[in-house]
């Protein structure tokens, strides 16, 4: 599903170049939930933006579905360029829940869908179902700031879910929730890959976090922790 | 897909626009409505002081069109066949053959004089060309067989207080009473003032007329005219009936009511076109830095929202389209906003018209500018919004969504 190598990411601060990933290799299967863990700064939240096409990367190549994604740009043509591909197959779910505060909750999942040209009516029909699945039925209709931290972070998940992309990265989604919320969001995350089959890639830095993966990708200063894979990685 | 994109930048717009600030939406909409009133007030009113010049001319100094001297000629010689023959030609509705001469008009109760212009005409013929007899504001106009009798502006009757006249006059002369009249020609006479006349417009109550009867017997001016006013059905087609005169063989010089007025309202007008495309520049100007900085603040309050649009997968020209639409609909609402208040200000200034001296103006819409003015604001405030938001648009997804 997803094949890295030797990917680097290289920031400039000034004239300064900051390493966040030196080299990383890596692949992750088709249905699998897999957790990237590590210390903050070890590079885990660029990794998965590299992989997600919302960044892109120094060196190195990202096979997605034997697609070469990091040889996409934006410059080409509107069918084979990143921000298709992101709308075609990809799903995100964001630590800051990362919602339009101008749509409804019902909007702010259609939205995609709206966006890949399905009839509205279909659209609106898919995101209240999603949104019956993470149990926002009754909240379709508010604006997002009248709902709760958790609750916001449901309906990212929903708006991640309603094309049914091939992947979706989370990016430290339980890190503005309490324990109790975390929770309903990781079980939500688990009930998707459990169902609905779909490869899910998610960056916490939480060790309880940990049962709920498949497999876990230890991360340290820009570089896989072989170590400590081999050691908790499952 | 592409019309997708068009329909998802009108859906984030529209909801952009129903769930955004109200106060913000509200004061931009005035803001661009008094631009669209800063640009077409001036050319207002100076469509009201053209037309109510225009009208001035034509119903009071020179008819739909002037009949003058041949070069080097101070008078038309034949006159009254001139005249006779005028009356002859389709769509002629009225001819009055005038004489001018330059004289003192001395009032001999306080010894007050004016030197200007007297002209004469036949009463009954002015009559189907200007509107003086519908402007008496005391006493009565002339009539054919007048002598001894003089009709004057109220500027020239003037008032008793010097302070209260707007130009030299003789200084509060009333119907019935005797001012005396000293011709070129070195005769003088005394005249009873039969009526006063008020027009509104300085040059044309500054004037005085006595009877053809009278101006033939002093000057011996028979069949003599300095200038032959011609009466059309419509001022609007004066050229046409300048052209049908000159296939009826009129061999004088003709001027239209327009032709005749260029030269001495045309400066002023031209200055106040000027002080309007001045103002029209500095609106535009305005009016683009106010969308400018509207966008502007409004896209980088939502830098964070076009990056997370971005990064679920909407294109860059689809969140442009959106900030566009936006403008768009704050220009048409500021527009049809800042429309209703011309007509709201053409509607208060009709009904209390400002004095210019040619008359009371009432401020007249010129919609050809309108629509100009119009077609500009669009095009400023596009380039205005789009610039901000193709910024933002096209930076990095992630240092949007960083904010």
């Known amino acids: 599903m997803i094949e890295v190598e030797n990917l680097k990411k290289i920031y400039l601060l000034g004239k300064i170049e900051v390493p966040a990933l030196r080299g990383v290799s890596l692949s992750i299967q088709k249905g699998e939930f897999v957790g990237i863990m590590g210390p903050s700064g070890s590079g885990k939240s660029t ?118 992309p091939t992947i979706v990265f989370a990016d430290e989604p339980c890190a503005n929730l309490d324990t109790e919320n975390s929770r309903t969001i990781l079980e939500l995350f688990q009930a998707v890959n459990r169902e609905l089959g779909q490869t899910i890639v998610m960056v916490s830095h939480e060790p309880w976090h940990m049962e709920y993966f498949d497999r876990i990708i230890f991360i340290r200063d820009g570089l896989l922790d072989v170590e400590r894979i081999e050691k908790e990685g499952k | 897909m592409k019309s997708r994109g068009y329909f998802v930048s009108l859906y984030l717009a529209a909801r952009a626009i129903r769930r955004g600030n109200r106060g913000t939406l509200v004061l931009t909409i005035l803001i661009i409505a008094l631009v669209v009133v800063l640009m077409n007030f001036l ?118 207080d010097e302070a209260d006249d707007k130009v030299p006059s003789l200084g509060g002369v009333k119907v019935g009473d005797m001012v005396d009249v000293a011709y070129g020609n070195g005769v003088v006479k ?26 033939d017997s002093v000057m011996g001016t028979e069949g003599e005219a300095t200038a032959v006013l011609v009466k059309g059905t419509s001022s609007d087609n004066a050229a046409e009936l300048k052209n049908t005169l000159l296939e009826y063989g009129v061999q004088e010089p003709i001027k239209t009511w327009s032709e005749k007025g260029k030269g001495i309202l045309g400066d002023a007008i031209n200055s106040f076109q000027l002080l309007n495309r001045i103002m029209t520049v500095v609106s535009l100007v305005v009016a683009s830095v106010v969308v400018f900085i509207i966008t502007f603040i409004n896209i980088i309050n939502r830098r964070k929202q076009i ?80 610039i901000p938001a193709w910024q933002v648009a096209e930076e990095e997804i992630l240092d949007a969504m960083r904010g």
């Open chain 2, 190 to 215: 005394t005249y009873r003032v039969k009526g006063i006349f008020e027009t509104e417009g300085v040059l044309i109550d500054s004037s005085a007329f006595i009877s053809r009867k009278e101006m």
């Open chain 1, 47 to 164: 990794l998965l933006h590299l992989l997600g096409l919302l960044d892109t990367p120094s060196s190195g190549t990202i096979l997605i579905g034997g697609t070469d994604v990091s040889a996409l740009h934006d410059s080409m043509l509107p069918h084979e360029d990143r921000t298709h591909f992101r709308l075609m197959h990809l799903g995100y779910v964001f630590q800051d829940y990362a919602l339009v505060t101008d749509l409804t909750v019902l909007e702010n999942v259609a939205i995609p869908a709206i966006m890949q040209g399905k009839p509205i009516d279909d659209c609106y029909s898919a995101a209240a179902n999603v949104l019956k699945k993470v149990g926002l039925e009754k909240r379709v209709d508010h604006l997002v700031y009248e709902l709760s931290g958790g609750e916001q972070q449901r309906v990212s998940i929903a708006r991640a879910l309603v094309n049914t």
């Open chain 2, 307 to 386: 990056g997370i649009l971005k990064a679920i997968g909407i294109r860059p020209q689809i969140i442009v389209g959106s900030y566009l639409l936006q403008v768009m609909f704050l220009c048409s609402c500021g527009a049809a906003v800042g429309v209703l208040m011309l007509y709201g200000i053409s509607g208060i200034l009709t009904l209390n018209p400002i004095k210019f001296p040619m008359g009371y103006i009432q401020p007249i819409i010129d919609y050809s500018g309108l629509a100009f003015s119009m077609v500009c604001l669009y095009v400023v405030s596009m380039i205005s919004g789009y």
């Open chain 2, 43 to 160: 050319s207002m009113i100076i469509g009201g002081v053209v037309y109510a010049y225009n009208q001035q001319m034509i119903t009071y100094q020179y008819g739909d069109l002037t009949i003058e001297p041949k070069d080097k000629k101070t008078v038309i010689e034949n006159a009254d066949s001139l005249t006779h023959r005028l009356e002859q030609v389709p769509g002629v509705t009225g001819v009055s053959s005038r004489f001018s001469t330059g004289v003192t008009i001395t009032n001999p109760k306080n010894g007050k004089f004016l030197s200007q212009s007297l002209t004469a005409f036949d009463p009954d013929d002015e009559k189907t060309v200007t509107q003086y007899n519908r402007k008496l504001v005391d006493g009565d106009f002339l009539s054919k067989g007048d002598t001894g009798q003089i009709l004057i502006g109220v500027l020239i009757a003037g008032n008793t």
